[in-house]
């Protein structure tokens, strides 16, 4: 996309974002964005909350430090403080993660760091750059249990635990993670993320990690290498996400730079059709990969212009619900048995008690738990209203 018709049709704010992104990964010439703030009057509060919307500030304040001259320092404090901060922030979770590998590996529970500190490191190289709220680790789902146990000792507390301790085959079949939380003072330190699979039920796909990553996919020392990292962050911040924001495809765009055409072939199906969708949306936005070629149906060529246009339309940080992941997953699918199997795990997903369900209230058998939720969603239509 030309960068005066991002500039025309949303704004110059959104319009400086994506140049700097295309410096940052050396898709433009060095002199872009300076040659941008002299040509034109811009917001820099909008500039900030912007960045700070689509999560890459520290990114961001880079590029912009480096002409600093032409936007005043007071315009760019509060980038400066926030990077200061995060970087304290990313230092201080990269301490608690290798803390926390430590004691799983002591007692015997085969884990693997991804996404958060472990991507910024590997892909970005270098923790304070790339934005994240909390740390994700990899685990066996028979080793839910112990790691209940630990986290639980270290001083972390979970929503996630009652659900699962009562009914673990159901939490299973349709949850992918476990988040655990500590507090200080009322505020969240720190956060982890224990998935046991890759993506939740009604997302229509049974992938495991061993699928995507291999069978030993625990049992490596070293970090995952890039096309990893391709496949774990394609199935989140495409299958389950679609690509929110400019740090999900700023993302595609950094670990595409550590891969080789070679190693993108020959992927599951679900994840080359996403990892397409994404490589339009970041040719698009970032100008990166170049050549690239790809025939969609209309209904899929449409889709990746949608969510170019929430990209840069967003003015608030959003996620993908799971009714707008199956209505998206239905127009875009391309065959017959595909949206079969869609619209059956949407009824499921209708039917299905959730984790607020078993949370609001005690009742000795899960199925039922199929006669309340009408019951929760009814009442909660109302309050909405």
């Given amino acids: 996309m030309h960068i005066q018709a991002i500039k025309e049709t949303h704004n110059p704010e959104i319009a400086l974002i994506i140049l700097c992104c295309r410096q940052f990964i050396h898709a433009s010439s060095d002199n872009v964005v300076s040659e941008f703030i002299q040509h034109n009057h811009l917001n820099w509060n909008d500039v900030y909350q912007l960045s700070k919307t689509h999560r ?53 529970i085969s884990a693997h760091p991804f996404k958060g500190i472990a991507f910024a490191e590997n892909i970005y190289g270098k923790i304070g750059l ?40 159901q939490y299973i079949r ?10 200080n003072r009322d505020v969240r330190e720190f956060a982890i993320e224990f998935h ?36 774990l962050m394609t199935l989140n911040n495409g299958v389950m996400d679609f690509y929110p924001d400019v740090r999900s495809v700023l993302d595609l765009a950094m670990t595409l730079k550590r891969t080789t055409p070679f190693e993108t072939e020959n992927l599951d199906p679900l994840i080359s059709k996403y990892l397409n969708y994404g490589v339009f949306m970041c040719r698009s936005l970032l100008l990166y990969p170049s050549g690239f070629s790809y025939r969609f149906t209309a209904s899929q060529n449409n889709f990746c212009n949608v969510m170019l246009q929430n990209i840069l339309q967003m003015k608030e940080k959003k996620r993908a619900t799971a009714s707008l992941n199956i209505h998206t997953n239905l127009k875009t699918a391309t065959s017959f048995p595909g ?25 000795p058998r899960y199925f039922l738990y199929y006669f309340t939720k009408p019951f929760r969603l009814i009442l909660k239509s ?4």
């Fill in 382 to 385: 109302i309050i909405r209203k």
């Fill in 56 to 108: 890459i500030r520290p990114i961001i304040y880079q590029e912009l430090a480096q002409v600093k001259n032409l936007i005043g320092s007071e315009n760019l404090e509060e980038f400066r403080k926030y990077a200061f901060y995060f970087n304290a922030v990313a230092l201080n979770n990269k301490k608690e993660l290798d803390r926390i590998l430590s004691l799983l590996k002591e007692h015997n």
């Fill in 339 to 363: 949206k079969i199997t869609i619209i059956r795990n949407w009824l499921l997903l209708l039917l299905r008690p959730s984790e607020g369900d078993v949370a609001g209230i005690y009742l």
């Fill in 196 to 231: 046991f699979k890759p993506l939740r039920f009604f997302q229509s796909n049974t992938l495991s990690f061993a699928q995507v990553l291999g069978n030993e996919y625990l049992s490596a020392e070293e970090p995952y290498n890039a096309t990893g990292h391709l496949q």
């Fill in 130 to 169: 790339r934005e994240f709220s909390d740390n994700d680790i990899i685990i066996r789902e028979t080793d839910i249990p112990q790691v209940i146990a630990l986290m639980t000792e270290e001083g972390y507390h979970s929503k996630d635990t009652a659900f699962y301790n009562r009914f673990p085959g």
């Fill in 174 to 183: 349709d949850y992918k993670d476990l988040l655990f939380e500590k507090m």
